[in-house]
Structures are given as structure tokens and as C-alpha cells.
Antibody, heavy 120, light 107 residues
């Protein structure tokens, strides 16, 4: 069974870049779509964007100007970079796998989540 | 983006009760709808895809229905482990969007 684990700094200063990595174990990162989703404390879920193992990306238009998602198939990892952060970017960041046997945007495997706080 | 609206925002119920949560999409999405369960401090868990298709290992007391813009999640005979927050999510178009959540609390 595939497992995902987020890693990265838990505290980022305003105007700096938030960087997180998701390590996939128990399966290959190839052939699937991989997604970043975030959840501000006490609030709902927001899809940030996704990447295919080939490198094809799609970003939420609301964040597109600040987001970069990349993949490293040799390490079975994909990463999120969110620039020019503000307090509004404080959230739990989840990496997730788009369900491979389902047509549509369904997420069947998730990491445990990483809380990132934006504060000076 | 497609907006997803859930109701109620919270519901108090007892073990053994039947609970119904509704979700409305701002435009028709056929049956491209998922339901997730989230417990405090945990990631969401996919319960139902395609509006009514139960994922493997999800108890049969969970069921989903609906098509177009209106959807329902029903939990019959609520169990202690079912107290959680439930989210609907449209799976039709990018970006996938979620409802604001419905918290099922113990009465």
C-alpha cells in the first residue's frame, strides 16, 4: 500500500518561499498524478495543484502565480514551492495521490499533513 | 471554479441514529462527486466516489446518492467511530473543490 510523507520547515517568514517535499513509499511515483492540498486551521480544503510523473502540471488559478510543483522520479518524491507567502498561507499542507483506477479528481491516498506557519 | 455548498454545517446525533448530509454544486457535475471523512489531526479519507460508489473497506452503513447538482451522504446507525467532519468534493473539473464540511457531533 502506497504511503506518503510530507517534510519541510514548519515556520516560514512572510514574503519568503514555502517549500515542502512529499516522499512516496510502497509504490512508484510513475504513472500517477500527485497533488498538493492545504487546509487552514479550522477551515476547509483547497487544492493547490498537481503533477504527473512526466512533469505535466496544473495549478489552481488562485495560486498559479506563486506555485511551482516539481517531481523527482529517481527519489520517488514531488515538491511544492509557494512564493511570497503571507499569514493567509498558514495551513496544514497535504500531499495526496489522485486515485489511479478512478476517472476524475479523486484522492485515495494522503500524507499525514504538515503544518506550516507563516510568521516573523 | 465550481462552488460546493454543504448543509448542515454541524449536526448532533446519537449512536444508532441516521444522519443525512447534503451537498449542492453551483453547476451540474453529473455524478463526479466524492465524500471524505476527516477526524481531528488526520488526513481526509475517501469514502465514496462517483456519488455512490463505496470505496473498499468502507462500512455499508455509509451510502451516497444524487446526480447533477444535488447529492446526499447518509449514515445509517451511526457508530462511535463515525463522529468526524465530512466533506463533499466535485471531481468533474480542475481545480477540484470541496464543500465547507459538516461536523457530526455526539449529542
Amino acid at each position: 500500500q502506497v504511503q506518503l510523507q510530507e517534510s519541510g520547515p514548519g515556520l516560514v517568514k512572510p514574503s519568503e518561499t514555502l517549500s515542502l517535499t512529499c516522499t512516496v513509499s510502497g509504490g512508484s511515483i510513475s504513472s500517477y498524478f500527485w497533488t498538493w492540498i492545504r487546509q487552514p486551521p479550522g477551515k476547509g480544503l483547497e487544492c493547490i495543484g498537481h503533477i504527473h510523473h512526466s512533469g505535466t502540471t496544473n495549478y489552481n488559478p488562485s495560486l498559479k502565480s506563486r506555485v511551482t510543483i516539481s517531481v523527482d522520479t529517481s527519489k520517488n518524491q514531488f515538491s511544492l514551492h509557494l512564493s511570497s507567502v503571507t499569514a493567509a498561507d498558514t495551513a496544514v499542507y497535504y500531499c495526496a495521490r489522485r486515485a489511479p483506477i478512478l476517472v476524475g479528481y479523486y484522492f485515495d491516498s494522503w500524507g499525514q499533513g504538515a503544518l506550516v506557519t507563516v510568521s516573523s | 471554479d465550481i462552488q460546493m455548498t454543504q448543509s448542515p454545517s454541524s449536526v448532533s446525533a446519537s449512536v444508532g441514529d441516521r444522519v443525512t448530509i447534503t451537498c449542492r454544486a453551483s453547476q451540474a457535475i453529473s455524478n463526479w462527486l466524492a465524500w471524505y471523512q476527516q477526524k481531528p489531526g488526520k488526513a481526509p479519507k475517501l469514502l465514496i466516489s462517483a456519488a455512490s460508489s463505496l470505496q473498499s473497506e468502507i462500512p455499508s452503513r455509509f451510502s451516497g446518492s444524487g446526480s447533477g447538482t444535488d447529492f446526499t451522504l447518509t449514515i445509517i446507525s451511526l457508530q462511535p467511530e463515525d463522529f468526524a467532519t465530512y466533506y463533499c468534493q466535485q471531481a468533474n473539473s480542475f481545480p477540484p473543490t470541496f464543500g465547507q464540511g459538516t461536523k457530526v457531533e455526539i449529542k
